[in-house]
């Protein structure tokens, strides 16, 4: 996987000592929605979430599975898992994190089936505590995509105490709830979100210092992208978690700031509600994503900063099948594919998050697109909570919305697209598509298992619930104080050990 770094950020030789304080004012594309990773969908969420509650393991800029709550796991046999914890670990309530945790917190997933969270750990059977320090996981059948999956929000291991003690108010106001870097300061909605230094976290540096080294971290929602990148020149802010296309000419050239992208492992496309009227016709949806110019999109509104779609498997992938690529723009076969539905035309409603320009440029392009082929697209715009609260209750037509992506293919496919996943929104159901994706969870032959996501992928394009258009990459921009900060192609931004230069 390569990585371009651009603008200046050399590193800095500081002791210890001297990295130690400061305060970093963040910009976010859009305002948290949730802290309870029981309820997330959001990528902002998990921007703060993976910097305030540790996982049992993590993934590394080269995706590998590292440890972290977890210092070892072994496989006594195909479907168990023993998982050896950390043992100078506490919450930041003050209680203890052991074994009896991460059960609570596994238990809590297994016992809720309305979470996201629900279909990625539905081959789970039960966890055990073996003793204070050890874990057992009990699998219905083998599952290979485990570890992978326990990097992220279904990993997050919060204070039993703490999550009891909050009820509700765990969404908005995670007090001591987490063991991780930074504890829960404050959240005004729409201004700001702020953590601060957890004084007790476990982990330290070579030499022997204690992280985090920076005081506080102020995340500031920022839905335009422009704007966005203007606070990070002026120092407003001193980093960003996306820059806008147009402005990352400037960003790669400006030596105040340091730029640096590696690809990702996202999609971005629109989702179609399968069980309503246009999308319950699968010919309209073959329709759209014939009429839909992917190159336009990703060379007029993305400036090249993407790669077209043609599936949820990304090329950085290793189950990726370059040589697939079911669809091109053609206004006749978008035509021909509207006249197999019965209709000539068809309008529908488009809904997006407010606030971006990127994001209704590239609505624009869609409508304009699918007009020739006599799809006509009304667009709605409505905060990025709206949209995910309407998508997620089936109350939309279509959505343009994206996947940050996971390292391991189940993680972008089979909560997407398996019958019931946490995030099948578009309520698509198909046995056949159900079959290969379990089948690719309970082997570890990555060959077999790039076969079942391959094949998936071809019914998956083509029954069309979801129109792929680009993959993203993975972005990180900040100002040249801003040192010692691993861009991750997960897109998290992990501030751990990052510290501001003199």
Known sequence: MLLSACGGGGTTQQTSQSKSGGDLSVGLASDVVTLD????????????????????????????????????????NPKEFDFTLRTDVKFQDGTPF????????????????????????????????????????????????????LTDRSGMILSPTAVRKLGANLSNAPTGVGSGPFMFGDWVKSDHLTIKRNPHYWQKDAQGTALPYLNSVKYRPITNESVEYSNLQTGTIQAADTVGANNVAAAKSNSSLTYKQMPGLSFYGIMLNTKAAPFDNVNVRQAVAWGIN????????????????????????????????????????????????????????????????????????????????????????????????????????????????RPDPDGNVYSY???????????????????????????????????????????????????FIYHGIAIQATTTKVQNFTILPTTIMNFSNVYLSQ
């Open 98 to 149: 052991n074994a009896d945790a991460v059960v609570f917190n596994i238990n809590r997933i297994l016992s809720t089936p309305s979470s996201p969270r629900y279909s990625e750990l539905s081959t789970v059977k039960g966890v055990t505590a073996v003793d204070p320090s050890h874990v057992r996981f009990s699998l219905k059948k083998p599952f290979s995509p485990l570890l992978a999956t």
């Open 37 to 76: 990773p029981l309820k997330s969908t959001a990528l902002v969420d998990r921007q703060v979430m993976l910097n305030i509650y540790d996982t049992l393991v993590r993934v590394d800029a080269q995706n590998n599975i590292q440890p972290d709550l977890a210092t070892s796991w072994t496989q006594p």
């Open 294 to 405: 992917r190159e336009e999109i990703v060379s007029g509104v993305l400036k090249g900063l993407g790669t077209v779609s043609q599936g949820p498997i990304p090329p950085s992938s290793w189950a990726y099948d370059k040589s697939f690529a079911p669809y091109s723009y053609s206004v006749d076969k978008a035509k021909a594919a509207l006249s197999k539905s019965g209709k000539s035309s068809i309008s529908f409603t488009l809904s997006i998050s407010s606030g971006s320009p990127a994001v209704a440029q590239q609505a624009q392009f869609i409508q304009s697109e699918l007009q020739p082929a006599g799809i006509t697209v009304n667009i709605k715009q409505e905060p990025f909570a709206t949209l995910l609260s309407d998508t997620s209750s089936h109350n939309f037509s279509a959505a343009l919305l994206g996947w940050s992506g």
């Open 417 to 467: 697209f398996h019958t019931g996943g946490g995030n099948n929104d578009m309520q698509y159901s198909n046995p056949q598509v159900d079959k290969l994706l379990e089948d690719a969870r309970a082997t570890s032959d990555q060959k077999q298992r790039t076969t079942d996501y391959q094949q998936a992928e071809q019914q998956i394009m083509q029954d069309m619930p979801y129109v």
